[in-house]
Every structure is written in structure tokens, then in C-alpha cells.
């Protein structure tokens, strides 16, 4: 069965310093996804892709975050300068169709460490 | 902010029991789901509830939304350990968001 694909599944960076996270969706999916995850906490949405624009962000998704697709396989998110508090799992998701009840498949993660 | 609760927050039994976990809300959605999570994985779709009052089933697993579609609950059957992991109920907040419940931490002693 297809899958949704990240790298790296560990990155430990200096605070301050910039990360790329980067995920491969399923090839036929149209619409791209990321959520994080701080430890011990909720899944919490981040950004919403389609067409190469962004349709949704919440407001953890400030100026220091950044979404690509810089070709037709990979999703990328930038953080550019980290924070302690970005650390946390990062899970890339895509779907086919943009519906509420339809599914998001998801990556199995990138933990994100800041020292 | 329409959260999701989910209770309990944890949850240890001994294999081959029963157990019952709850998904509540003020709010009605038009659809909700459940997830499965186990550690270094991403949450894994269960399950999408639509209709008030529907039933699911998925092996030993039954999942039930509320007739007015506030709440829902996840029963296991004769629980195993392979049906550790951490359950997660999510509802569409948008056509492209999803919003997740705090989670019920399961584990099945053998």
C-alpha cells in the first residue's frame, strides 16, 4: 500500500539554526499536510497545501515557517530560525480529495529536537 | 473552540477484557474519526463515522457515533496487547483541517 514518507525520523539542531523537513506524499495526491506533535500533547495542525499555494495555517504557522514543493515528489517545511519550543514530532499527511471526511494518510514523523 | 475530550486519559487492563472508551463534544460534527497511533508512527485511520446513531466494526473493535452527533465511543472486544497504542477521535474543522482529540493511552498487560 502506498505510504507517506519523511526524513529524516530524528533531527537535532542548535536553537537558532535553520531545518528542512522533508516528506514524500503519495504520488497521486493532490493536497499536503503538516501537523506536529510536542510530547505528551495533541496532534496539532499547521499548514494546509494545494496548487502550490498554502489554503489553511494556524497560528503556531508564523513568519518562521515555510512550506515548498520544490518538484513534483517532495513537501518540504522550513523552519528558519528554531526555537526550544519547536521541539516536537512533525507528521507530513496528504489526501486525495480536500473534505473533511475524507482521510489524511500519514508519514510516520520526524522528531524534531532543539538544544 | 469546539474541543474534543476524550476520557479516559489512560487505560491498563489485562488482555481478554473489555473496555470502552468515550469521544465527547458540545459541538455537532458532520463526520468523525478515529485513529491509532503507536509510538515512532503517525496516527493511523480506523474508522469515519457519518450518520447520528451509526455503527462500525472493525474486527474486535466497534465503533459508535451518537445519535445526535456530539459524542462517540470505541469498544474492544477481548483486547490484546497488539491493541496498544494511543487512540486518537479527529473531526474535519475545515475542508482541510483536522482537529485531534487529547488522546486515551491504552495498554493490554499480557
Known amino acids: 500500500e502506498p505510504e507517506v514518507t519523511q526524513t529524516p525520523s530524528h533531527q537535532v539542531t542548535q536553537m537558532g539554526q535553520e531545518v528542512i523537513l522533508r516528506c514524500v506524499p503519495i504520488?497521486?495526491?493532490?493536497?499536503f499536510y503538516w501537523y506536529r506533535q510536542i510530547l505528551g500533547q495533541k496532534v496539532e495542525f499547521l499548514v494546509s497545501f494545494y496548487n502550490n499555494e498554502i489554503s489553511e495555517k494556524s497560528e503556531i504557522f508564523d513568519d518562521q515557517f515555510s512550506v515548498e514543493r520544490p518538484d513534483g515528489s517532495n513537501f518540504t517545511l522550513k523552519i528558519r530560525s528554531t526555537k526550544l519550543e519547536d521541539s516536537a514530532m512533525y507528521f507530513c499527511?496528504?489526501?486525495?480529495?480536500?473534505?473533511?471526511?475524507?482521510?489524511?494518510?500519514f508519514g510516520d514523523g520526524t522528531r524534531l529536537s532543539i538544544l | 473552540t469546539q474541543l474534543l475530550e476524550q476520557s479516559p486519559q489512560f487505560l491498563s487492563i489485562q488482555e481478554g477484557e473489555n473496555l470502552t472508551v468515550y469521544c465527547n463534544s458540545s459541538s455537532v460534527f458532520s463526520s468523525l474519526q478515529w485513529y491509532r497511533q503507536e509510538p515512532g508512527e503517525g496516527p493511523v485511520l480506523l474508522v469515519t463515522?457519518?450518520?447520528?446513531?451509526e455503527v462500525k466494526k472493525l474486527k474486535r473493535l466497534t465503533f459508535q457515533f451518537g445519535d445526535a452527533r456530539k459524542d462517540s465511543s470505541l469498544h474492544i472486544t477481548a483486547a490484546q496487547p497488539g491493541d496498544t497504542g494511543l487512540y486518537l477521535c479527529?473531526?474535519?474543522?475545515?475542508?482541510?483541517?483536522?482537529?485531534f482529540g487529547s488522546g486515551t493511552r491504552l495498554s493490554i498487560r499480557p
Open positions: 463515522v457519518v450518520t447520528g446513531g
Open positions: 499527511a496528504s489526501s486525495y480529495f480536500i473534505d473533511s471526511n475524507q482521510p489524511q494518510h
Open positions: 504520488s497521486n495526491h493532490l493536497y
Open positions: 479527529a473531526r474535519g474543522s475545515s475542508a482541510s483541517k483536522i482537529i
